[in-house]
């Protein structure tokens, strides 16, 4: 339970990794009914935040067309869509993720509890249904927590990118 808010915070944190001071940047715009101003901010860590989220994105779903072609052809076709089930759990279960961040700042500040029942079908699925296999299934859905190593791998070794 306290990984998933790690790994919020660990994405949300992230995006703001550079040396650059962050300050955030606002517009005012002039209500003309009400009269009040309304501020509304116009981040580039926003910004930053969809690039990686969609980086993210991209990186899980190449690592996983890779494990599932790498499955097929050292195991069966079966357990490869097993393993596909729980990757699409998985890219699910991260954009979920990356909608909970990016409201994390807004006025709902907690976080969705729905995400977490959601590798839980798959699996109570698999244990009634006997053409599913818990395993694949999970590790599929770890794909996504790959593709964080992977990004972090890759920034330590390569700041600017």
Known sequence: MYSHLILAV????????????????????QD???GFAQTEPVSSSMQEFYQLYQK???????????????????YSLNIALNYLI????GVVYLKMLANDVERFGGEKPSLSKNRFALIMIPIILATQWHQLHI???FLGFLTYKATLVIYLVQTVFNPEA
């Open 135 to 137: 395993l694949p299934i």
């Open 56 to 74: 993210l994105l991209v990186i899980t779903l190449v690592l996983t067309g890779i494990i599932f072609i790498s499955v097929w052809i050292f």
């Open 10 to 29: 660990l994405v949300s944190s992230l995006v703001s990794l550079s040396e650059e001071s962050i300050a955030p940047t606002q517009t005012t715009q």
């Open 32 to 34: 003309e009914k009400s």
């Open 86 to 89: 729980g990757a699409c759990t």
